[in-house]
């Protein structure tokens, strides 16, 4: 009889700590690691601090990483927001760290080249990398955001206050066509050219240098 209590009470006592237990797993926080999105421009990287990180949110995190370097509105403050939200989805809380060929927070963008405009520099359909960044000077090679061109490769001419002077560094004017035309009743030829695009815009508008061509 006294053989059955101890057993009964044995199994009760598991069952206890079984309980405590989910308990107190069920109340842990969410897990912590710390991540590094590691990029060059065109290629992506997620490392992770901890061995127990879920391949499915590892996954998540490198397809958006990549969408995000591709992307030339983002920033290293935005991909580690994108990475912590992805993590919170797992109940994880992250410290995210970018890391690329430039250094530590130094986010590269890939560009390709359109048009003539830079030769001999840079050739049409040439790729090239892109470091964004605020701190330029004269003389660098950027890309900048055009109201009417979109992303323009140009190098930086003179600097003035909020303003930059972008310029071409071909020089070339090319001769579109040749037009008849009939000003004041009078027949002309009118020469149609092409000239280089040089062009004042706010520094706000330079997504970076181009460091790798």
Known sequence: MKAKIGILGLIGLLVVLLVAGAAVIMSLPSSATGITVDTNGTAVTIKTSSFFVPEAMLDEMKEKALVDVQDVDSSVGSIQTDMQNIASKYNYTVKVKVTSQFGENQ???????????????????????????????????????????????????????????????????????????????????????????????????????????
Do not use: C
């Open 107 to 213: 986010l590269p963008m890939p560009a390709t080249v359109k048009g003539t405009s830079m030769v001999p520099t840079l050739q049409d359909g040439q790729e090239i990398i892109v470091l964004k960044t605020s701190d330029f000077k004269v003389g660098d090679l950027v890309v900048a955001k055009h109201p009417e061109y979109n992303l323009i490769v140009k190098r930086v001419a003179e600097l003035n206050g909020s303003q930059v002077y972008l310029k071409s560094d071909n020089r070339q004017v090319e001769i579109v066509s040749n037009q008849v035309r009939v000003i004041n009743g009078v027949k002309q030829v009118v020469t149609v050219e092409k000239r280089p695009l040089d062009t004042w815009l706010p520094r706000s508008d330079v997504v970076g240098i181009v460091k790798e061509y």
